[in-house]
């Protein structure tokens, strides 16, 4: 799986700092995410971050091949593979 956070906030004009603060996430959390530092995210964080940029879940979860994820991984592209 991968994770557009950062281009979902890019598209909503909105920077992790005032997502945090909406959201009443941490700013560590949101930066983890942002950075592909996790492997797993929780649905409460999960149905927050789409209640805050009112979007669906699948608008930025993506579903990517094991060869994929692996070739993706180098690229440095901003998304999560976990």
């Known amino acids: ?11 909503n004009n909105i ?8 959201a ?12 592909e530092k996790v492997k797993a995210i929780r649905f409460s964080t999960l149905a927050v971050i789409c209640k805050e940029l009112d979007f669906q879940s699948g608008d930025f979860l993506e579903y990517v091949g094991e060869e994929e994820s692996r070739d993706s991984d180098d690229k440095g592209d901003g998304g999560i593979y976990f």
Not at 15 to 22: C, G, I, N, S
């Open 1 to 11: 799986m991968r994770i557009n956070l950062g281009a979902e906030m890019a598209k």
């Open 15 to 22: 920077f992790r700092k005032d997502l945090w603060q909406r």
């Open 24 to 35: 009443g996430l941490s700013a560590t959390n949101l930066f983890l995410l942002k950075t």
